[in-house]
Nanobody
């Protein structure tokens, strides 16, 4: 059974930072690309960042470029989302997702999803 385990959410003031982590099983991590999505109440889910675990390919949404960075620690099957200069608009539930197909992953149709971790940014 695929498991994506997220951690690192919390509450911060605007301008603060958080780092989210998503750890997968070895098979899942090495056979899929990984991504972070977020969904705020009343809004559609959106792709925030994505990374290939077998190449240098990455994606960052325009809304987070320059503030968020996706990275990975291959030896521990973990993908990180470093979030800096947080804004109240970043408040959402953040989900880790995995899929072997990059386009499918970014469309939000990934095969595998984590339970989510809440990020709340106050002004």
């Amino acid at each position: 059974q695929v498991q994506l385990r997220e951690s690192g959410g919390g509450s911060v003031q605007a301008g603060g930072s958080l780092r989210l982590s998503c750890t997968a099983s070895t098979y899942t991590y090495r056979s899929n690309s990984m991504a972070w999505f977020r969904q705020a109440p009343g809004k559609a889910r959106e792709a925030v960042a994505a990374i290939s675990t077998i190449s240098t390919r990455t994606y960052h949404a325009d809304s987070v470029k320059g503030r968020f960075t996706i990275s990975q620690y291959y030896a521990e099957n973990t993908v990180y989302l470093e979030m800096n200069s947080l804004k109240p608009d970043d408040t959402a539930m953040y989900y880790c997702a995995a899929d072997p197909n990059w386009d499918t992953l970014l469309r939000g149709a990934a095969n595998y999803w984590g339970q989510g971790t809440q990020v709340t940014v106050s002004s």
